[in-house]
């Protein structure tokens, strides 16, 4: 009978890094369904641009590390920061917005520094926020709801119009489909209250369901990965709890001027952030209680940055500052070792 000579512990789980990663992408499908749902094909055509061009980028650089390039793409890691990637994408994004992101996800976000288990900062967050501050333009036009053509005349972009938009940057086809998404529109409301704008606003008014829909899409997701012990509750739900409870205050004491806590966690990028990218294992805070610490930083983050930024969806830039001072976060929150005993000091200190 031989001796185990590894480090403890010996029990381990059947999860390996690609069933874990298949999973997520599982939990994806139905914030992926309501999204082409109400938004059209184009979501789905940015995660078919970004698997492609991340999947070249990532076999580029296992080869010029000397890494075996089939045995390193089966973790399905690239594939799900393409996904993460895509899915955060505007649908009528050009296509050389996805690829780009990619670059600099895998190489400079991922493989510069080791490669998987290595990198310090999400690498999908990474690309999506120089993207917004490199592309603004492009990356700040969302296409609107299909639930608004009821009062507008408005609908989804065809298949057709969608890679027409996506792939040679013709414009006037899609002009009628596009514009401000909902945080965008009540962050930059000029002298109007919260109120007049949500009454005076076509979107707000008629379209704002979609974006509540797709929220619901990712909680469900979201659910089932905590159900499937892919990551414990603790960050998504610091995250959601933080966030609804520092808005309410600010809500409560002036509704004219900041939104309310469901406005917050069901627009934008809420869900998607708090269930999909503040839970990965690599860059968030180890321990329990550091992951609470963790999520309660980002939610803060994401109200200041919404609320007094100039991003209105500030779930990328949280996310990042968050990674940053993960190591610090783990550093005070460390569990006691294991068979670790305090010493027992007297009355006198004896």
Not at 251 to 258: A, F, S
């Amino acid at each position: 009978m031989s001796l185990i000579r590894m480090s403890s512990p010996h029990v381990t789980r059947n999860n390996s890094t690609a069933s874990v990663m298949l999973q997520v992408l599982v939990a994806m499908i139905p914030g992926l369904i309501a999204m082409t749902i109400f938004f059209g094909s184009g979501t789905l055509t940015q995660i078919f641009v970004c698997v492609l061009s991340g999947l070249a980028f990532e076999s580029f650089a296992l080869k010029l590390r000397g890494l075996p390039v089939s045995l390193f793409l089966k973790d399905y890691s690239a594939v799900l920061t393409a996904f993460l990637l895509g899915a955060s994408l505007p649908p009528s994004a050009p296509w050389w917005v996805a690829t780009t992101g990619m670059f600099v996800a895998i190489l400079f976000a991922k493989q510069v520094y080791g490669g998987i288990g290595n990198n310090p900062f999400n690498p999908a967050m990474v690309a999506y926020t120089l993207l917004l501050v490199s592309f603004p333009v492009q990356m700040t036009n969302w296409t609107h709801p299909f639930v608004m053509n009821a009062e507008t005349g408005w609908a989804i972009p065809s298949l057709g119009d969608t890679l027409t938009q996506i792939f040679s940057g013709a414009t006037q086809a899609y002009d009628a489909y596009s514009g401000a998404t909902p945080l965008d529109i009540l962050r930059n409301r000029g002298a109007l209250t919260t109120n007049e704008i949500w009454r005076s606003d076509t979107l707000l008014s008629n379209g704002v369901g979609a974006w509540h829909a797709v929220a619901a899409a990712w909680l469900m997701g979201g659910i089932f990965l905590v159900y499937r012990k892919i990551f414990t509750w603790h960050t998504p739900i610091s995250i959601i709890v933080s966030l609804a409870l520092i808005s309410a205050v600010f809500y409560g004491y002036d509704p004219d001027n900041y939104l309310s806590p469901f406005s917050h966690l069901a627009l934008g990028a809420t869900m998607l952030g708090a269930f999909f990218i503040a839970t990965d294992p690599v860059t968030s805070a180890t321990s329990n209680r550091g992951r609470v610490v963790f999520g309660i930083g980002i939610g803060v983050l994401i109200f200041i940055i919404r609320t007094w930024g100039n991003y209105p969806d500030a779930v990328a830039f949280s996310v990042l500052l968050m990674n940053l001072a993960a190591p610090m976060i783990d550093q005070y929150t460390q569990p006691r070792t294991y068979g670790h005993q305090r010493a027992h000091r007297g009355p006198k200190g004896n």
